[in-house]
């Protein structure tokens, strides 16, 4: 029997055609993040979407960095060791994108970062090289617009009248581009319009749940009920601020809270009233266009000319706002399996 499509593993099907077999590794900076494990259930759902619409095989090596970038090095040299068609990287460190590209580059595979992104001029290093994520500065910019919706709709959301509404940040990890943007955008988004801000705190909780309430906790402690709004760089700490205001029995009559990703929990959180909104981090976007830039590189076409959102070697998802108002359409739309 004849091979036709590459050295690696060969599949008929059956009436002993060859079957084409693409074989994508998938390295994650960590794997118990909430946003990237949803990302990594819509890479597995959605491969199988695109091998019955292809009739090619998709095999998909998804590995867990464990927030080491030497592990996610290492992870990457054996996708390249094995003869991966694509390699797909959320860095550990976004700054070493270079050591990447480059390690690519030499061995002809074309590389997607996802998520964390390498600064542009790494992209540029190879023009196998692509990324797929969001614009950070309009996931700012909506987070503010929820604030601003709410405040006029509510004016009490200002507790004490004093014309300024007083806030805490939740920030994500320092080094993340999505972390400063989105802080910087949404208060600007909201100041831009006449409103004060007064921050009272701000700090990282590196995206998590647990640490966003130990923050919360602590400034709830430091400034009982003076805070009136809590902007959060993501849904996990935002919900870890809700599981610090319900801990200290003060979510009735509490401060706003707003994230950002759209995850089921946020969903669910906005649905029953405890979190104002969310901005949705589509994922389901941008695990669909890791696959077709994959599925395309793998059959020797240019992903620019056929990939949706293609922007030269960028794909940006754009964002969506989420408030009680339209959360159900986008819990069907997040339980959606065709
Ligand atoms: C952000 C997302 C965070 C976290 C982070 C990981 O885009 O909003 O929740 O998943 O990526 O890099
Ligand atoms: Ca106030």
């Known amino acids: 029997m004849a091979c036709l499509f590459g050295a690696t593993a060969c599949h008929v099907d059956g009436n002993s055609h060859p079957i084409q077999t693409v074989k994508i590794g998938v390295a994650t900076y960590r794997s118990d993040d909430t946003f990237i494990a949803a990302l990594c259930d819509d890479l597995e759902r959605l491969s199988k979407d695109k091998e019955a619409e292809t009739g090619k095989k998709i095999i998909l090596n998804i590995t867990d960095g464990k927030n080491s970038q030497s592990n996610q090095n290492d992870q990457v040299d054996n996708f390249i060791s094995q003869s991966y068609d694509v390699i797909c990287v959320n860095m550990v460190d976004r700054t070493v994108a270079a050591v990447i590209i480059d390690k690519a580059k030499r061995a002809d595979i074309p590389v997607i970062f996802f998520n964390r992104e390498p600064v542009e001029e790494d992209i540029r290093m190879w023009n196998r090289a692509y990324y797929v994520g969001t614009d950070a500065k309009e996931s700012g910019i909506m987070q503010g617009q929820i604030i601003l919706d709410a405040v006029q709709k509510n004016p009490e959301i200002d507790k004490n009248g004093d014309g300024k509404l007083q806030y805490v940040m939740l920030e994500g990890e320092q080094a993340h581009q999505d972390s400063l943007i989105r802080t910087e955008y949404s208060v600007k988004t909201i100041t831009a319009t006449g409103i004060q801000m007064e921050k009272l705190a701000n700090d ?90 994959a599925c395309t590189l793998a059959d020797g076409e240019d992903p620019q000319a056929t990939v949706q959102r293609m922007n030269g070697q960028y794909v940006r998802a754009p964002h969506r706002i989420v408030t009680q108002e339209n959360v159900q359409e986008e819990m069907d739309y997040l339980t959606q399996t065709e």
């Open 204 to 293: 990282t909780a590196n995206w998590q749940r647990s640490l966003g309430s130990a923050k919360m906790l602590a400034w709830l402690d430091q400034f009982g009920d003076e805070i009136e709004v809590v902007l959060s760089n993501n849904d996990d700490m935002a919900l870890g601020a809700i599981d610090a205001l319900k801990e200290r029995d003060m979510l009735e009559n509490g401060p706003v809270v707003v994230g950002v990703d759209g995850t089921m929990s946020a969903l669910e959180a906005i649905q029953n009233g405890e979190m104002l909104g969310s901005v949705v981090n589509d994922a389901q976007i941008q695990a669909q266009a890791m696959l077709d830039i």
